[in-house]
């Protein structure tokens, strides 16, 4: 069975940056692309980036561009993304999700809360 | 970026009876492939959001067959034949085509 397991919660200082872990398990993690996505409180969800495991080829979406890194680490099978130069607005739940098919997300990790105060 | 629009926003739907939702993109996602990129989530209260229908019409494994997917090009539409009162949450459609992958406003299903 395909797991996605994230690390916890945490709480930033402004300017601080934030690493989140993703550990997959239960498929061939080096084939399939992880998907970082957030969804701040009350709102929609929103693509930041992704990976391809084998290559570690990533993309980010325009708007974290220069501040999201996705690295990964074969022998945990395990993706991290950081983020910096946090702001408050970037108190947010972020998901690592695995590309199942044609950016077909699943399954996806339990979900990280990151706040962001001063 | 292509636009993903959602509706209605809020669905208060009765047990037992059908529900709809349309999604439209701002361009067609139908790739060289012969596959629309089109995909559906739930997201229920509380939980990280799960898979229901890829490529506009494909139930994920697991999913119940009262959920389905139909459209092409840029209008879609899931489906709920009878729903149930685990059903309520928020349900997105996302185009897979191209980055930015957007997804559209959600529409909260709720239960009469």
């Known amino acids: 069975q395909v797991h996605l397991v994230q690390s916890g919660a945490e709480v930033k200082r402004p300017g601080a940056s934030v690493k989140v872990s993703c550990k997959a398990s239960g498929y061939n993690f080096a084939v399939s692309w992880m998907h970082w996505l957030r969804q701040a409180p009350g709102q929609g969800l929103e693509w930041m980036g992704w990976?391809?495991?084998?290559?570690?080829?990533?993309e980010y979406a325009q708007k974290f561009q220069g501040r999201v890194t996705l690295t990964r680490d074969m022998s945990s099978s395990t993706v991290d993304m950081e983020l910096s130069r946090l702001r408050s607005d970037d108190t947010a739940v972020y998901y690592c999700?695995?590309?199942?098919?044609?950016?077909?997300?699943?399954?996806w990790g339990q979900g990280t809360l990151v706040s962001v105060s001063s | 970026d292509i636009v993903m629009t959602q509706s209605p926003l809020s669905l208060p739907v009765t047990p037992g009876e059908p529900a709809s939702i349309s999604c439209r993109s701002s361009?067609?996602?139908?790739?060289?492939?012969?596959?629309?990129?089109l995909h559906w989530y739930l997201q229920k209260p509380g939980q990280s959001p799960q898979l229901l229908i890829y490529w506009a019409s494909t139930r994920a494994s697991g999913v119940p067959d009262r959920f389905s997917g139909s459209g092409s090009a840029t209008d879609f539409t899931l489906k709920i034949s009878r729903v149930e009162a685990e059903d309520v949450g928020i349900y997105y459609c996302?185009?897979?085509?191209?980055?930015?992958?957007?997804f559209g406003q959600g529409t909260k299903l709720e239960i009469k």
């Open positions: 999700t695995r590309d199942f098919e044609s950016r077909a997300f699943d399954p």
């Open positions: 990976i391809h495991p084998d290559s570690g080829a990533t």
């Open positions: 996302m185009q897979g085509l191209q980055t930015p992958y957007i």
């Open positions: 361009q067609s996602l139908l790739y060289s492939n012969g596959h629309t990129y």
